[in-house]
């Protein structure tokens, strides 16, 4: 058992039966009446977030998950198959529970599983994946400093914003975090 005080972001409460995963938290001493801590949770379950106040001091129960390095191999239809970099050992995982990342995870990246009692609960991609870029307007001569952006599709389906300057075939790194263009490769 923890307290709110000991509350930390990506700790795994259980919570009514649930997992809930510490997105971010705060705490707040109000000029008159007890301090509390405010906190934003996703439910390792069904990834909705949700907004909870708790009392400072009160007691909450902290969940041990292992982090696991996976390489991701394939998907067939609704299951993606995941194998473990130390043991060799294969897993597969059902789409909703990767749904969040997918439009940034092409084949042999490596990411992050947590898992619980040997069940995998969640997953965590890299903060920055390198992507080529398979199709974007073509750059125009002198746009090179001017700052704007336009639509580039990256190898994995998704639509990011890059500058004006980056071209057809590019590497460029992307912030998993954001979803958006950090610097070309």
């Given at each position: 058992m923890a307290t709110t005080n000991d509350l930390k972001t990506g700790m795994v409460l259980e919570i009514g039966g649930n997992l809930f995963s510490v997105v971010e938290f705060q705490h707040v001493k109000p000029g008159k009446g007890g301090a509390f801590v405010r906190t934003r949770l996703k439910n390792l379950n069904t990834g909705r977030v949700i907004d909870k106040t708790f009392n400072a001091g009160e007691k909450v129960k902290s969940v041990r998950i292992d982090q696991v390095k996976m390489q991701y191999l394939y998907n067939?239809?609704?299951?993606?198959?995941?194998m473990n970099t130390e043991t060799y050992e294969q897993i597969g995982m059902a789409k909703a529970m990767v749904n969040d990342i997918t439009p940034l995870m092409k084949e042999n990246?490596?990411?992050t599983v947590q898992m619980r009692e040997g069940q995998p609960i969640g997953v965590e991609l890299p903060t920055f994946v390198d992507l080529e870029i398979v199709e974007t307007a073509p750059g125009v001569k002198g746009d090179t400093v001017s700052g704007g952006t336009k639509p580039a599709t990256l190898e994995t389906g998704k639509v990011i914003q890059v500058p004006l300057f980056v071209e057809q075939g590019t590497t460029v790194r992307v912030d998993t975090r954001t979803g958006g263009y950090v610097s070309r490769v």
């Open positions: 067939s239809g609704d299951i993606y198959h995941f990246i490596v990411i």
